[in-house]
C-alpha cells in the first residue's frame, strides 16, 4: 500500500513538472514579448558615425529590418530588400537595418561588404525593447508614413508580400 502512495506522488509531481516545463518552453519559444502598434521615436549609433533618430525616417513608408552579420538568413535576404528599395526608393521608400552585431565596427564592415545603400543603426535595449523583443533574426517591420506598424514578419520576408505591401503604402 504504501508503495502504491509512492507511485501516486510520482506521478503527480512528474505532471507538475513537465507542465511547468511546457509553460517555460511556450513563454521562451514566442518570437516577441509585446509587438508594438506603432514606431514612436527612437535613437541609435548610425554605423557610420554619429547618431540617427526615427524622426528623420518618419513621415515616409519604413522597412525596419533586424539583422547581423553572423545570421545566414539575413545575409539570405539582402538581394531581395535591395530589390525592394530600389524599386520603391523614388516613392519616399526607405530601409532601416538594425544590425544585432557585438559592436559597430563589425556592423560596419557588414554594411560595407555588401555595398548596402540604405541606414544601418546598431542595436541598443530601448530600440529591441521598442520593437517588442523578438527573440529571433530576420525580423522585418513595415511602418507607414504615420508610425503605424503595417505588417511584421520573423524570418526570410516574402518578396512578393512585402512588395504587395510596400505598393499599397506608397502610392
Known amino acids: 500500500m504504501r ?10 509531481i512528474l505532471i507538475a513538472v513537465l507542465f511547468i516545463a ?24 548610425d554605423v557610420d558615425g554619429g547618431k540617427t533618430d526615427f524622426k528623420t525616417h518618419k513621415g515616409k ?12 538568413a539575413c545575409i539570405a535576404e539582402l538581394p531581395t530588400l535591395e ?11 526607405k530601409v ?3 544590425s544585432e552585431d557585438d559592436n559597430v565596427r563589425i556592423a560596419s564592415r557588414f554594411k560595407k561588404k555588401y555595398s548596402m545603400p540604405w541606414t544601418m543603426l546598431h ?3 530601448d530600440l529591441i525593447n521598442m520593437l517588442g523583443n523578438p527573440r529571433v533574426i530576420p525580423v522585418s517591420y513595415l511602418i ?4 503605424k506598424i503595417d505588417f511584421v514578419k ?12 510596400i505598393k499599397s503604402l506608397v502610392r
Open 22 to 45: 511546457y509553460q517555460v518552453y511556450r513563454e521562451k519559444s514566442r518570437p516577441f514579448q509585446a509587438l508594438p502598434e506603432r514606431i514612436e521615436n527612437f535613437e541609435a549609433l
Open 123 to 125: 542595436w541598443n535595449y
Open 144 to 147: 507607414d508614413k504615420d508610425g
Open 3 to 12: 508503495f502504491k502512495s509512492f507511485k501516486v506522488i510520482g506521478i503527480t
Open 61 to 72: 513608408v519604413t522597412l525596419i529590418v533586424l539583422s547581423a552579420s553572423w545570421c545566414p
Open 154 to 165: 520573423a524570418g526570410l520576408i516574402d518578396e512578393k508580400r512585402m512588395r504587395r505591401a
Open 96 to 98: 532601416l537595418m538594425i
Open 83 to 93: 530589390k525592394l528599395y530600389r524599386e520603391f526608393a523614388g516613392d519616399g521608400f
